[in-house]
């Protein structure tokens, strides 16, 4: 059974910084796409950054580019935020894409998802 479980959320000031996490267990983990989404209040749900199958490609909505760096290693998942801003406070989730796909995914696309963790950047 897929499992996905994020963690580094947390409270940070505008400019700082955090690594968020993502352990996937119950598939192959390298032969799937992961991306990272988000959930701001009172706004839609924005897919911030992915990552395709065996890393092969990522892609970035414009508004994290140069701050937000994806990756991943065998089994687990990473967004590294730098320069935080408060618009980038949300509820982050990570998520699996479809089998050996590459980053040029949207929300819809992927299929399982963990929990989510909060992010929240204010002075």
């Known amino acids: 059974e897929v499992q996905l479980v994020e963690s580094g959320g947390g409270l940070v000031q505008p400019g700082g910084s955090l690594l968020l996490s993502c352990t996937g267990s119950?598939?192959?983990?390298?032969?799937?796409?992961m991306g990272w989404i988000r959930q701001a209040p009172g706004k839609e749900r924005e897919c911030v950054a992915i990552i395709g199958w065996a890393s092969l490609s990522t892609r970035y909505t414009n508004s994290v580019k140069g701050r937000f760096t994806i990756s991943r290693d065998k089994t687990t998942l990473y967004l590294q935020m730098y320069n935080l801003q408060p618009e980038d406070t949300a509820v982050y989730s990570c998520?699996?894409?479809?089998?050996?796909?590459?980053?040029?995914?949207?929300?819809?696309?992927?299929?399982?998802w963990g929990p989510g963790t909060q992010g929240t950047v204010s002075s």
């Open positions: 119950g598939f192959n983990f390298d032969d799937y796409p």
């Open positions: 998520a699996k894409g479809p089998f050996r796909a590459g980053s040029a995914l949207g929300h819809s696309d992927f299929t399982d």
